[in-house]
């Protein structure tokens, strides 16, 4: 018998959890927990961690998962590796829906890192108006450089002190547009972004707005992952499904 577990928390997997509902298909859709309030998704939905990679697998065996679609984003590297090490322990089919990494353009001014730390780096030492637009997470080695403003664009309000002393909070939850996300920038005088190198639509539009506006972007390339069987869009998951016995 099928049934799926959908690793969640991106534009993509909502997308392929809607073509699974209308499919007819048995299907489990999980969330880490992270937003107080999450799109809600047409699939019995579970929430939070399910406790490392041997979790994870007893998971699987307990409820009879046959495939994993492990669609979150490309940054959740450690759920990524868990569900890898978990499926191939329990002996359940896994593919990863991953977007392209966004490409710079000839217009772009991007400096690429490896790292957060090397986000921080990368930021001037004089005093700047960054756009942190990285999440919630990560926030305090920013705290390395107290010097400069940080704009940031978070789900939910924050509930502790930011560990960051000159801060302006957007709540926002995307996908984002252009003109939004231009006006936004020169509502608060933005001279740099910092970005994710996350891909896909939702979250491109802070990029065309700092283009047209001529700003550097500090692009954060992603984490690596071990090889694992990647699939680009909802179709190719459904073919997958369909030849590997779903
Ligand atoms: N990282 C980002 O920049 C980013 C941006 C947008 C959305 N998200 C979404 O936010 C969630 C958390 O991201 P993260 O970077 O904190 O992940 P992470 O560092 O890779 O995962 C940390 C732990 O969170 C739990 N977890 C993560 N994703 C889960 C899921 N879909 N269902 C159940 N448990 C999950 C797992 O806990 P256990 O070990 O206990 O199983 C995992 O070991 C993911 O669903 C991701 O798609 C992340």
């Known amino acids: 018998m099928t049934r799926i577990l959908l690793l969640g928390g991106t534009t993509e997997a909502s997308a392929l959890a809607r073509t699974l509902a209308d499919a007819g298909m ?10 107080a309030k999450p799109v809600s998704q047409p699939l019995p939905t579970r929430l939070g961690g399910f406790g490392g990679p041997e979790g994870l697998a007893a998971y699987l065996k307990a409820e009879a998962i046959s495939h994993v679609v492990d669609a ?10 868990n569900a890898m090490q978990a499926c191939a322990a329990a002996g359940v089919a896994l593919c990863a829906l991953e977007r392209p990494p966004w ?15 090397a986000a921080v780096a990368a930021l001037p030492d004089a005093a700047a108006r960054v756009f942190l637009a990285i999440g919630k997470q990560n926030l305090t080695q920013f705290g390395a450089k107290p010097q400069h403003h940080y704009l940031l664009r978070l789900v939910d309000a924050p509930d502790a002190p930011l560990p960051l002393p000159h801060t302006t909070v957007e709540i926002a939850r995307g996908p984002f547009d252009v003109a939004g996300d231009t006006a936004l920038m020169q509502r608060h005088d933005i001279t740099h972004v910092v970005a994710k190198n996350a891909g896909g639509i939702g979250a491109a539009a ?14 954060i390339d992603r984490p690596q992952l071990p090889q694992r069987h990647i699939l680009g869009s909802v179709a190719e998951v459904m073919a997958w499904l369909s030849h590997s016995g779903a």
């Open 26 to 35: 048995d299907a489990v859709f999980s969330y880490a927990g992270r937003t």
């Open 72 to 81: 979150t984003h490309p940054f959740a590297a450690q759920m990524s590796r």
């Open 103 to 117: 490409q710079a353009g000839e217009v772009d001014s991007w400096i690429h890192v490896d790292s957060i730390d």
């Open 206 to 219: 802070k990029l065309t707005a700092a283009r047209s506006l001529g700003l550097p972007v500090v692009m």
